[in-house]
């Protein structure tokens, strides 16, 4: 149990274009979920927390109108990477957090995305 | 505010011998810990996690972790490394304190290398 898809795991697109990321809980609902960037050969940076039916709780420094989030239900949220330039060329990971009653957290396979 | 730190970019060992991964951390609070692994554009797998109880806790794949409390540590070891071990793992905090919400605060990460 507690299993998280994401999708895409890799995906190249040109400067200026959007590309969104899916964060799916499979077997649980998730009212929270964690958005993470990780440049090479570094730690995860949290980018966002996504609360279900509310606003993402940006992280400093993290533009809020270049990586929209949104989290309209139990089982899904979305990071949208708005006209992607190629410093957005990065790894991106979610995570739900844990349910009620556990400690665990759930991460997905992660994206790799690059801006050509 | 909690903290990670995990002070060895990179560990060595040969395949057969004993390692340790080190980690340290700062909450103000009681701390969950936690270590992942990671391969190559992949997402975080779970290892283990240290909640209560026993100070030496055992996880996935061989591997343990002593929870220190005057050290404020969570080193991560295995008695006898393999060379699928070598992987890029990551140490985690959250503070028990509800207030602190449920946020995770990562390490930097280490470099794993098993050598034959």
């Known amino acids: 149990g507690a299993v998280v898809s994401q999708h895409p795991s890799r995906v190249i697109c040109k400067s200026g274009t959007s590309v969104k990321i899916e964060c799916r809980s499979l077997d649980f609902q998730a009212t929270t979920m964690f958005w993470y960037r990780q440049f090479p050969k570094q730690s995860l940076m949290l980018m966002a927390t996504s609360n279900e039916g509310s606003k993402a709780t940006y992280e400093q420094g993290v533009e809020k109108d270049k990586f929209l989030i949104n989290h309209a239900s139990l089982t899904l949220s979305t990071l949208t990477v708005t006209s992607a330039h190629p410093e957005d060329s990065s790894f991106y990971i979610c995570?739900?957090?844990?349910?009620?009653?556990?400690?665990?957290?759930?991460f997905g396979s992660g994206t790799r995305l690059t801006v050509v | 505010a909690q903290s990670v730190a995990q002070p060895e970019d990179q560990v060595n060992v040969a395949e057969g011998n004993p390692l340790t991964v080190k980690c340290t951390y700062s909450?103000?609070?009681?701390?969950?810990l936690f270590w992942y692994v990671q391969y190559p554009n992949r997402g975080l797998q779970f290892l283990l996690k240290?909640?209560?109880?026993?100070?030496l806790v055992k996880g996935s794949y061989g591997f343990e972790a002593e929870f220190n409390k005057s050290q404020t540590s969570f080193h991560l070891k295995k008695p006898s490394a393999l060379v699928s071990d070598s992987a890029l793992y990551f140490c985690a905090v959250r503070d028990m304190n509800n207030n602190a919400g449920n946020m995770l605060t990562f390490g930097g990460g280490t470099r794993l290398m098993v050598k034959p």
């Open positions: 995570s739900a957090a844990p349910r009620q009653g556990r400690i665990g957290y759930t």
């Open positions: 240290y909640i209560t109880g026993d100070n």
């Open positions: 909450v103000s609070g009681n701390p969950y």
